[in-house]
């Protein structure tokens, strides 16, 4: 006995873990099977449907209007969104879709925002589908005793038993008369309690009409994921209105919110195996008709007004007169080239005076050169101390290094003249200038600042160096006045800003050009 009973508690512990396990076993089974059942049945075919959909950023027309709807009291459509009410007092305003929908199954998802400065808000927003366009009345802005169906998102507690904020789901067929006192509830297919006042993000509703059942998702605002909905509630065997209008209404009373809606998109749903309706289809044939002859017309008063300016105006050609104008491809092309010919010129400009200072500065060395060697060194001697000597000589040497630059500098603008030359040839041909053009200008830019670093260096060595002033150069001939080297350099900066500011100019031509090729 006393074994048996030492042994008990083992044998009871044993018996509860195989229990548990098999509870265990049991829950993954049935875990498994269910996922497996719900993805064998395939999900419905969705089609955007564009007439009967809204959303920014282009929300609004010039007009104010809303493409294919229309709205109503003190709704405030713009670019990315439609205020159905603002936070006023006693508002009321609605948004329809200005054709019926007749789709027999559908999906809609609504994206708003309902937001106010108090702890409380009212009235509230309203998502309907009804057999007539509800555009004023005492149900969140629309009428009552409607035909159809309407989901309202209830901010006020009228009744008193703090259920509210609450989404409450109403069906009417036209003969009843909507509970205001008890918000509805008397009424409700369905019903369920959530915040959706002043959330960090718009509050999502998907609204889905499938096989007679009716469905509501809710996203609650507190993240950006856009898929991340939570079920609501849903009616089954419920009969919704052959064809009808889509619409969203709000209002306020003694409290009030701004009830802004951000998009406003319908799918519909065909069931797997049938093929979608074609979208021909979507529109009625009488509507179809009616464009067909509205077009007809068009264009018959269109021709009849062509046969009688040609008969006032037998000389004129229709093709000729677009000729007349030009447009913008031309005006900038236009202008490219003026400017490609206004920085020929000024170059050309610029060549024939390098040209004439060249030879000046070869008049100069061929001058000092031809005197020292009639002095030769022995004269040189008696004269200039070895200290003179070596300033004199390396003053022939910066002039002949300037010459050098100068004769640089007139290869590199002849060269820009050929290129530029060419450019126009190509561009005459092909309608643009070329990418070469523009290197080369910036080519010979660098060349104008390295002339100018070069002039002013030699400037600034001989003015810095005092022996130079004792030094008796030989006396030169008289010499016609010529430009000066301080006036070089201030040409030669002119001209550097100058080719800067018609290189951006350009350039800024060139991007804009770019626009239209």
């Known amino acids: 006995m006393a074994v048996s009973t030492a042994r008990r508690p083992a044998a009871i512990g044993r018996v509860l873990i195989i229990t548990f396990l098999t509870a265990i076993i049991f829950r993954c089974g049935v875990a498994d099977v269910a996922p497996g059942a719900s993805t064998s049945e395939e999900l419905p075919h969705r089609r955007f449907e564009y007439k009967y959909s809204f959303k920014g950023p282009h929300l609004?027309?010039?007009?104010?209007?809303?493409?294919?709807?229309?709205?109503?009291?003190?709704?405030i459509p713009s670019a990315d969104q439609v205020r159905i009410t603002p936070s006023l007092r006693s508002q009321k305003g609605?948004?329809?879709?200005?054709?019926?929908?007749?789709?027999?199954?559908?999906?809609?998802?609504?994206?708003?925002?309902?937001?106010?400065?108090?702890?409380?808000?009212?009235?509230?927003?309203?998502?309907?589908?009804?057999?007539?366009?509800?555009?004023?009345?005492?149900v969140y802005g629309a009428a009552d005793q409607w035909n159809g169906v309407g989901i309202f998102f209830d901010s006020f507690?009228?009744?008193?038993?703090?259920?509210?904020?609450?989404?409450v789901v109403v069906g009417n067929n036209g003969k009843l008369v909507y509970d205001h006192q008890n918000d509805g509830t008397t009424q409700a297919l369905g019903t369920c309690l959530r915040d959706f006042r002043n959330k960090p993000y718009p509050i999502r509703a998907k609204i889905s009409y499938y096989k007679r059942t009716l469905t509501v998702m809710i996203n609650n605002g507190f993240t950006p994921d856009r898929d991340d909905y939570e079920f609501c509630t849903k009616v089954d065997n419920m009969v919704l209105p052959g064809d009808g209008f889509f619409g969203i209404s709000a209002a306020t009373g003694g409290l009030a919110d701004d009830h802004d809606v951000l998009s406003f998109l319908l799918f519909t749903l065909t069931e797997p195996g049938q093929q979608p309706p074609p979208p021909e289809s979507e529109i009625p044939k009488e509507e179809k008709d009616k464009y067909q002859e509205e077009f007809q017309n068009f264009q018959q008063e269109l021709d009849k007004k062509k046969e009688e300016f040609q008969k006032e105006h037998p000389g004129v050609q229709g093709e000729q007169i677009d000729d007349m104008y030009e447009n913008v491809n031309d005006r900038e092309i236009r202008q490219v080239f003026e400017g490609q010919n206004q920085i020929h010129l000024e170059i050309k400009q610029l060549h024939r005076q390098l040209a004439m200072i060249l030879d000046e500065q070869r008049r100069y060395v061929s001058v000092i050169t031809t005197e020292v060697t009639k002095k030769?060194?022995?004269?040189?001697?008696?004269?200039?101390?070895?200290?003179?000597?070596?300033?004199?000589?390396?003053?022939?040497?910066?002039?002949?290094?300037?010459?050098?630059?100068?004769?640089?500098?007139?290869?590199?603008?002849?060269e820009s003249l050929k290129q530029i030359s060419s450019a126009q040839h190509q561009g005459n041909a092909a309608g643009i200038g070329t990418y070469e053009t523009v290197q080369h200008f910036n080519d010979i830019k660098e060349h104008l600042h390295m002339v100018k670093r070069d002039v002013e260096h030699l400037v600034q060595r001989n003015s810095q160096n005092p022996a130079e002033?004792?030094?008796?150069?030989?006396?030169l001939p008289a010499m016609p006045t010529c430009l000066s080297t301080l006036h070089f350099v201030i040409f030669i900066i002119v001209q550097s800003v100058l080719f800067f500011c018609y290189i951006m100019y350009k350039s800024?031509?060139?991007?804009?050009?770019k626009k239209f090729f």
């Open 60 to 75: 609004s027309q010039t007009d104010g209007g809303i493409p294919f709807w229309i709205h109503t009291g003190n709704a």
């Open 94 to 138: 609605s948004v329809w879709t200005k054709n019926k929908v007749n789709f027999a199954h559908w999906e809609a998802e609504v994206t708003f925002r309902v937001s106010g400065r108090g702890r409380m808000g009212a009235d509230g927003l309203a998502v309907w589908f009804t057999s007539e366009q509800g555009l004023d009345g005492p």
């Open 157 to 167: 507690d009228n009744d008193g038993k703090k259920n509210n904020p609450s989404i």
């Open 376 to 414: 030769g060194p022995n004269a040189e001697s008696g004269q200039l101390d070895p200290a003179g000597q070596q300033q004199l000589g390396s003053i022939i040497t910066n002039q002949h290094e300037v010459l050098k630059n100068l004769n640089e500098l007139r290869n590199s603008f002849h």
């Open 469 to 475: 002033k004792a030094v008796k150069c030989p006396e």
């Open 508 to 513: 800024q031509q060139e991007a804009a050009a």
